[in-house]
């Protein structure tokens, strides 16, 4: 069976199943991005940059005290719009010599090519989500930290900014911390962490999973924002919605070759809430404040006395 999108000569290489093979490879290399970070409730339908998706947040009615005569009050409901725009619009193609015979034996998105496409795809939208989160995280106090001294020094900070999230009366459940290699080098070093199965949860995992522990699912990432070691926060706190065009293929009008390509359409964003956000007059949130789901600190790594 011949696609419309399809060269008429090619009848094996299946760009929708390509898609759905993608999505499947590309969650697991996300940290950002994935859910356990960013959640992905309001993508809607993206077809294009520049679609935009709208987030509506009721605002919490007011408790009265119930009075004979004066009886009740009634409330109308309301809500502040929130935008969730798909800036992003990144694509990658390939130049190959036969598609339909990569495609077949290397059980399709197996091959080096198609692994290293999945690859650049992936980083480019967990660079971008991750300066989405820290950019809007609220920022804690400097850790100093030596080689000696990381490893407390480190978990200590930790658990200072669950106390921060405490404070704020963030749920427990969802909750994550992302560090840098450079942190995680040392916070493996403590016992909370190196016996994290006596405690929560240990084991490298998906996503850049290191453990679970004392309610934060702790992962780690090389696409660290400048200027931030390390990230924690609540899944509800950030929003990341992407879609896939599809992959394409056909003759390259400059060379004896096939091409596949394929565009990735994404956007992220840090949700507000009532209560715990600013809401301006025009009924919408003062984005320009951080949130308080979400805090972020950096290392100072100092000699050793």
Known sequence: MTFAYQNPATHTFVPEIWN????????????????????????GDITKQGDVVHINSLLR?????????????SQRPETVD????????????????????IQVASGNLNSPINQQMIRSLAREADTFMGNVIANSATALPNVKASAATA?????????????ALDDNDIPAGGRYVVVSPWVKRYLIEHPAVANAAAYGEGGVTANGVVARLAGFTI??????????DIVAGHSEFSTYAS????????????????????????????VRY????????????????PT??????AVEWVAAA
Not at 151 to 163: E, V
Not at 219 to 228: E, S
Not at 292 to 297: C, E, S, T
């Open 243 to 270: 879609q896939f065009s599809g992959f394409r293929e056909g003759q390259s009008e400059k060379y004896r070759a096939n091409y596949i390509d394929t565009i990735h359409l994404y956007g992220g964003k840090i």
């Open 219 to 228: 992962l780690t990432t090389t696409a660290m924002p400048k200027g931030v």
């Open 20 to 43: 759905a093979d993608l999505l499947t490879q590309f969650d697991p290399l996300l940290v950002w991005a994935s859910p356990i970070v960013s959640n992905n409730k309001y993508e």
């Open 82 to 101: 929130q935008k969730l725009p798909i800036t992003e619009a990144k694509y990658l193609q390939v130049l190959i010599e036969d598609a339909e015979r």
């Open 151 to 163: 490893p407390q020094a480190l978990y200590s900070a930790i658990l200072d900014m669950m106390l």
């Open 292 to 297: 308080k789901g979400i805090v972020r600190a």
């Open 274 to 289: 009532p209560g715990l956000d600013t809401k301006k007059a025009d009924n919408t949130f003062d984005e320009s404040k």
């Open 61 to 73: 009615p007011s408790v009265g005290d119930y009075k004979l005569p004066d009886g009740m009050t």
